[in-house]
């Protein structure tokens, strides 16, 4: 929550020295409330006031990194409990858990599959995010066997969970300087998770299967101790509990202000026991509703595609839609004879109809008009994708001198805009394509041959 | 010292309509369950902070024609089932079926343009062989919609059908029928909040009681829109809980429609191998759809597979617990 002036004049020196280049303390007091000054300008504020000033100023959901580097996972800094009321800032890490009981060639395999794992969507590329190793042996040793393992296979960033402090301290001395999440701190064992956290400069997730004030007491703890870091789970694992827990958490901080629980949460979905079904739903749940890091129980590829699919959707902007800048575009390389097809300018209509017109390996033409960031239907029931338009777009894309043909191919779902379009663009022949761009590349192969 | 957090609830004043589909016998029908949905008084399962006192409903699509576009692993699901209303709506309710959703899809111009008493006569044959609601669909043409709707209403008299679709441009004659003969109707509009409510007027307007009406946001499908519907949906139901009363209507998904018209449904061949599975694909994003949908306070789940419709039937009771 931001201060006012005068909140921020309470706590200046108040002796008007003008060393900030202010006349008065309450001028720079205002001046600092716009953030029009740096603090740092005035030299006697003591270290409580900046203390105060900082917390103030930070925001009611601490911003964590884990991991280093371009893969690093940055979560937290979430300012609405509703994407329309703004929007969604930092997608959820999506994170696959490793057992160290597991054999070693299970585990390779599945981290180098979640490492390798990459699905393009709307021109996107959606990819995991980390891998949790989980300490199921309590096994020293076995842990940092494993955990030096994965550091092998991958430059993921790293969730390491184990209840053995020794075991802790031994898997950060070889992976420490990777920044991994250290989980996690009790309230048996905070001390020495806590110690951890600060030798290894590491954030710390802290859990509590209690009640959300028992987690309130433990992070406080913690925080006494000196970690900044936090990350939290509040231990609950079904469907109706965690949507409980997570929607209390969010609004405690955005609502409530209560720093002491303004941190990412992060979620298991799934174990070993559970099934694929189970761990969808679930995820798909803490995706759309609060959690920072979805720790998924097990790794398979048509499980994950849907819930990266969903993250995209629900993290993408609601006052703008994705959009690619309208103009021709080529596939392949397209000649005199070739085909011409026309669409709009939202992503997610570009991106499906271009995949299809290239994945026909039919060298072509694509002119995408500018519907304002509107799909074919939407734009066209908006007036966005029109007869005129359409004609306008294929005129200005110098279609005339590079056709030795005059057909235009329309999307399927606007056949109605035909006739005008012809009248639109004499000697034209306006050809209706089929509804779903699924069915482009077998239309271009035979229908438009034929045409 | 110990810290106390206080729990953060919302204080609502306002409630979802409670509407019911179908009647028994001693109502005026022939029905043997009937489904209640709606009257909660919070968002969507947060049973700490009011009542929900109805879990969400499944109902399962059925054609009155063999549907032609369908993804095979949709079509391998239902097997010979597909081929006939009846048998098919009565493998649906074994599968657990709340209400059953007939699309008369025959009765479109462009396929086998089946007449208005044809489509009532299969609506007959359905409720003579199920006990559970139907929400009845017509080809989605306006003028032929109207015809089948009517037709449809009066055959089924006191059964207390949801006749769908009433849209801002042809609502009158579908109302009309509903309120002579006793039946629901589905409103549908765009992904817009002023819309709804706009046609949940126009529709009051003409005498049909509010608890009569289902109101239809418009699915966009998991990786096709549905951060749209999402949004849309979360804003009806806030504006429903703040007092809003034509915003209070439950809300219906066309789930199975959306999600198995994408490509990740349907194609199996020449894309790539992380899509995982195709037989299990499918499923699996219909269910993400439901559930993300369930999140916004969808009432209402029209679902396909009968995978998804065992797994949403648990997962609902999962968040009913609590
Ligand atoms: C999401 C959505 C919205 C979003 C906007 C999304 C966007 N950026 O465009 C919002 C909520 C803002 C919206 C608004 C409106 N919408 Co809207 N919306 C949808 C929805 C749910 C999905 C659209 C979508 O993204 N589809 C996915 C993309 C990829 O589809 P596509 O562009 O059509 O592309 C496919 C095909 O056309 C084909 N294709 C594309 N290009 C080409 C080219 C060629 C050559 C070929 C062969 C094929 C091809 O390939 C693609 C995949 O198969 C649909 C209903 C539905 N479930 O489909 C309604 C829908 C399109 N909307 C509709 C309407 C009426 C509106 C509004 C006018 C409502 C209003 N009065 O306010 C407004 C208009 C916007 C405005 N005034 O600002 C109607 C259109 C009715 C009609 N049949 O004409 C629909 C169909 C809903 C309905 N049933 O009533 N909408
Ligand atoms: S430098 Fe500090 S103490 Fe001096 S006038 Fe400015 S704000 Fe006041």
Avoid at chain 1, 221 to 236: E, M, N, Q
Wanted: glycine share 8%.
């Amino acid at each position: 929550m931001a201060l006012s002036g005068l909140d921020i004049y309470k706590l200046l020196p108040k002796t008007n020295c003008k060393e900030c280049g202010f006349p008065t303390c309450l001028a720079f007091a205002m001046k600092l409330s716009q953030k029009g000054v740096e603090l740092s300008a005035c030299p006697y504020v003591s270290d409580e006031a900046k203390a105060a000033l900082e917390a103030a100023s930070s925001p009611p959901i601490r911003l964590i990194t884990i991991g280093t580097g371009e893969n690093k996972i940055v979560v937290g800094n979430e300012v609405v409990l509703f994407r329309h009321e703004k929007t969604f800032y930092h997608e959820p890490g999506l994170v696959v858990r490793v057992a160290d009981s597991w054999e070693p060639g299970k585990i390779a395999e599945v981290v180098s599959q979640v490492d390798s794992y990459v699905v393009e969507r709307v021109g996107m590329k959606l990819t995991l995010n980390g891998i949790a190793v989980e300490n199921v042996s309590g096994d020293a040793t076995k842990f940092v066997q494993v955990v030096q393992l994965v550091k092998q296979k991958t430059a993921l960033p790293l969730v390491l969970m184990s209840a053995n402090a020794a075991a802790m301290d031994a898997a950060l001395q070889i992976a420490g300087p990777d920044k991994p999440l250290v989980y996690a701190a009790t309230p048996e064992n905070w001390q020495a998770y806590a110690d951890l956290a600060k030798k290894y400069a590491c954030s710390l997730a802290i859990t509590d299967s209690g009640d959300l004030s028992r987690l309130g007491s433990l992070a406080e703890s913690v925080i006494k101790a000196g970690v900044a870091d936090l990350v939290l789970d509040p231990g609950t694992r079904n469907l109706a509990d965690s949507l409980a827990s997570l929607t209390q958490l969010r609004r405690l901080a955005l609502k409530k202000n209560l720093r002491l629980l303004g941190f990412p949460i992060l979620a298991l979905a799934g174990g070993d026991d559970s099934t694929l079904e189970e761990q969808t739903i679930l995820a798909t749940e803490l995706i759309a509703k609060y959690a920072g890091i979805v720790v998924l129980g097990r790794f398979d590829p048509t499980g994950i595609y849907p819930l990266l699919a969903f993250r995209q959707n629900i993290y993408t902007d609601p006052q703008k839609p994705i959009q690619v800048s309208p103009g021709l575009y080529k596939f392949g390389e397209p000649g005199e004879q070739s085909p011409l097809l026309i669409t709009t300018n939202f992503s997610l209509t570009y991106f499906t109809v271009a995949g299809e017109v290239e994945g026909s390996g039919v060298p072509s033409w694509l002119v995408i008009a500018d519907s304002e960031g509107m799909s074919v239907l939407t734009a066209w029931a908006a007036g966005k994708f029109d007869a005129e338009k359409i004609a306008k777009s294929v005129k200005s894309a110098g279609m005339d001198d590079k056709l030795g043909h005059r057909k235009l191919v329309i999307p399927g779902y606007v056949a109605t805009l035909s006739g005008e379009v012809e009248e639109e663009l004499p000697g034209w022949q306006i050809l209706v394509g089929p509804r779903e761009a699924v069915d482009i590349p077998s239309y271009l192969k035979t229908v438009w041959k034929a045409a | 010292m110990p810290v106390t957090v206080e729990l953060p609830k919302e204080k609502w004043n306002g409630k979802v309509r409670e509407i019911t589909l179908g009647a028994t016998p001693a109502q005026g029908g022939t029905r043997t369950s009937t489904v209640t949905v709606g009257g909660e008084t919070t968002l969507p399962f947060l049973h700490f902070e009011g009542s929900i006192p109805y879990r969400p409903a499944i109902a399962v699509e059925i054609q009155d024609v063999p549907p032609q576009d369908w993804s095979t692993t949709l079509l391998e699901a239902w097997d010979t089932a597909a081929s006939d209303p009846v048998s098919w709506a009565k493998k649906a309710v074994e599968l657990g079926a709340d209400a059953l959703a007939v699309k008369l899809r025959g009765t479109h111009p462009e396929r086998q343009s089946r007449s208005a008493a044809e489509a009532a006569e299969t609506v007959k044959a359905i409720l003579g062989a199920v006990g559970v609601p139907l929400i009845v669909y017509g080809p989605e043409v306006a003028e032929k919609d109207n015809e089948v709707l009517v037709a449809v209403a009066e055959a089924a008299a006191g059964e207390r059908l949801a006749l769908g679709n009433c849209e801002d441009k042809n609502y009158r004659t579908i109302v009309a029928g509903a309120l002579a003969h006793g039946h629901l109707v589905v409103a549908k509009t765009p992904i817009d909040v002023n819309l709804a409510k706009q046609l949940n007027i126009l529709i009051s307007d003409m005498g049909l009681p509010l608890d009569r009406v289902l109101m239809d946001p418009t699915t966009g499908a998991l990786g096709y829109g549905i951060e749209y519907t999402y949004s849309v949906m979360e804003r009806l139901r806030l504006a429903a809980l703040m007092g809003d009363s034509m915003t209070q209507q439950p809300m219906i998904c066309t789930v199975g429609e959306e999600s198995w018209r994408q490509k990740e449904s349907k194609v199996k061949d020449g894309v790539p191998s992380l899509w995982g599975d195709f037989a299990e694909r499918g499923p699996l994003w219909e269910m993400a759809t439901a559930m993300a949908l369930l999140q916004s306070g969808a009432d209402i789940l029209v679902l396909r597979h009968p995978k998804t419709i065992k797994t949403m039937r648990e997962t609902i009771s999962k968040l009913m617990s609590s």
